[in-house]
């Protein structure tokens, strides 16, 4: 169940956090991994050396999914380390948030680049090789129950990540043909370095609203990405996962 062996996937913003544990997981169902993330180099050898120390290949560049030329020699590199790519994971992802009237351009921009230009450039970059080698494919975009649902403060990360539910349908439809499936994955939340410095009654009243009570685990969201890319999902596409513990329900 769930094997990928065989399988190369690469995993934007795969250092740490929820990206880490998507590297682990799949790893650990045989799949090589390649990493691009922007962060400090040395949290992406260390997943890197953690990814070779379960029997895989692993490969690690450092760049930012926001300048498309480095998104094309991030695909470019996995292909010539291991000359195929099968599962392309769209984690990548930043907050900048603030009020709507005191959210700067700068701040509106970056997150809508990293997030939903960041993937966009991934997913050009990484179609034209998975057509040619007609072995069909997995894209996963990470979004968020704040693209979901919207959130106060996050005007920019809720546009980001809605755009990127848009960008997950208009792919599926694209690429059915070629036996690519598209989907997104909508995280609660989920303890990592992204969320930790959320206010205590934030996350007590977040607890609050969560149906099963707690917050979800970066296990929790990798879980959920291994199986929408194994051939067990291969009739799912344009679908979006909510893993929130019944926060939003649709
Ligand atoms: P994190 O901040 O712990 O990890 C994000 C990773 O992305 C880091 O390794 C960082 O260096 C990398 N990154 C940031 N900008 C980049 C760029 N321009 N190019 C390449 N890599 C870049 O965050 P976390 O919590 O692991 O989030 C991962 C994804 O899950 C994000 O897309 C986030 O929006 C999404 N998410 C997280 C939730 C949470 O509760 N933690 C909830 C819903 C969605």
């Known amino acids: 169940m769930l094997d990928l062996t065989g399988k190369v996937a690469l995993v934007t913003g795969g250092a740490r956090g929820i990206g880490r544990a998507i590297c682990l997981r799949l790893a650990a169902q045989g799949a090589d991994i390649a990493i691009l993330d922007a962060g400090n180099p040395a949290v992406g050898e260390q997943t890197k050396a953690d990814i070779e120390a379960l029997g895989r290949r692993a490969l690690f560049v ?9 998104c094309d020699a991030f695909v470019k590199a996995a292909l010539d380390a291991f000359g195929q790519v099968d599962i392309l994971v769209n984690n990548a992802g930043i907050t900048r948030d603030d009020l709507v009237m005191r959210m700067s351009l700068d701040e509106w921009k970056a997150v809508l680049e990293v997030n939903l230009f960041g993937a966009f450039y991934c997913t050009k970059a990484v179609v034209r090789p998975m057509f040619k080698a007609k072995r069909g494919g997995r894209i996963i975009n990470m979004s968020s129950v704040s693209g979901q649902a919207g959130q106060t403060g996050q005007a920019n990360y809720s546009s980001s990540k809605a755009g990127l539910i848009g960008l997950t349908k208009a792919c599926a439809r694209e690429f059915a043909s070629r036996a690519i499936t598209v ?13 930790k410095d959320l206010p205590a009654e934030l996350q007590e009243a977040i607890r609050a609203q969560t149906p099963l009570g707690h917050f979800g685990t970066v296990d929790d969201i990798a879980n959920a990405v291994a199986f929408l890319a194994s051939d067990e999902a291969a009739y799912i596409t344009g679908q979006v996962l909510a893993v929130d513990g019944g926060l939003v329900m649709m």
């Open 183 to 195: 989907n997104a994955v909508a995280p609660g939340f989920i303890t990592t370095e992204l969320t």
């Open 62 to 70: 450092t760049g930012s999914v926001t300048d498309p030329e480095q």
